[in-house]
T-cell receptor, first 116, second 113 residues
Framework: SQQGEEDPQALSIQEGENATMNCSYKTSINNLQWYRQNSGRGLVHLILIRSNEREKHSGRLRVTLDTSKKSSSLLITASRAADTASYFC????????????????FGQGTILTVHP | KAGVTQTPRYLIKTRGQQVTLSCSPI?????VSWYQQTPGQGLQFLFE???????NKGNFPGRFSGRQFSNSRSEMNVSTLELGDSALYLCASSLDRPAYGYTFGSGTRLTVV
């Protein structure tokens, strides 16, 4: 079963606008990661935020993490048509037993469409 | 440097057959994970290998198995294929530990007819 939910399920914007996607999860995490997927191909790692971090930036990407609310958001500024893709948040669970090795738990994803 | 390589890219099999998918991780990456992606269930974790040992396994039936070789290359096998096994199978490699991101291959699209 999925760890959490992503919101919205689909987002349609014009080039130059900002896009914000939200992700909620259910259990304690070690870190949260965002991935992009173009048309059913492989996932591309965008950014990772650790559970003790609140905000992280990478180029036009800004990620926030609120562990008290078990939620994260991904902001893409000045969107481009090339940003059109599905975006997934994925969590690595915090487990002292180590059973979270290699296991990403994904949300259902947000489909972003950026119109030229 | 080369990315994660998955072969084959596309595969069509008949119900009841078995299939083997291959994944070559990034050089130096010893952790290899496998995921199944379907429109209905989304991305689901299958298993993870590190140094030829399975460290973690998802909730899939025993028909799904995998292994890792000494050069970190990994294979997954699905026996007695069912129509519901039609999916995009993705492999990911990592340096290890949950603190790092994962690099995914382009996937193998399996269609069971």
């Amino acid at each position: 079963s999925q760890q959490g939910e992503e919101d919205p399920q689909a987002l349609s914007i014009q080039e130059g606008e900002n896009a914000t996607m939200n992700c909620s999860y259910k259990t304690s995490i070690n870190n949260l990661q965002w991935y992009r997927q173009n048309s059913g191909r492989g996932l591309v790692h965008l950014i990772l935020i650790r559970s003790n971090e609140r905000e992280k930036h990478s180029g036009r990407l800004r990620v926030t993490l609120d562990t008290s609310k078990k939620s994260s958001s991904l902001l893409i500024t000045a969107s481009r048509a090339a940003d059109t893709a599905s975006y997934f948040c994925a969590t690595v669970l915090s487990n002292a037993g180590g059973t979270s090795y290699g296991k990403l738990t994904f949300g259902q994803g947000t489909i972003l469409t950026v119109h030229p | 440097k080369a990315g994660v390589t998955q072969t084959p890219r596309y595969l069509i099999k008949t119900r009841g057959q078995q299939v083997t998918l291959s994944c070559s991780p990034i050089s130096g990456h010893r952790s290899v994970s496998w995921y199944q992606q379907t429109p209905g269930q989304g991305l689901q974790f299958l298993f993870e290998y590190f140094s030829e040992t399975q460290r973690n396994k998802g909730n899939f039936p025993g028909r799904f198995s995998g292994r890792q070789f000494s050069n970190s290359r990994s294979e997954m096998n699905v026996s007695t294929l069912e129509l519901g096994d039609s999916a995009l199978y993705l492999c990911a490699s990592s340096l290890d530990r949950p603190a790092y991101g994962y690099t995914f291959g382009s996937g193998t699209r399996l269609t069971v007819v």
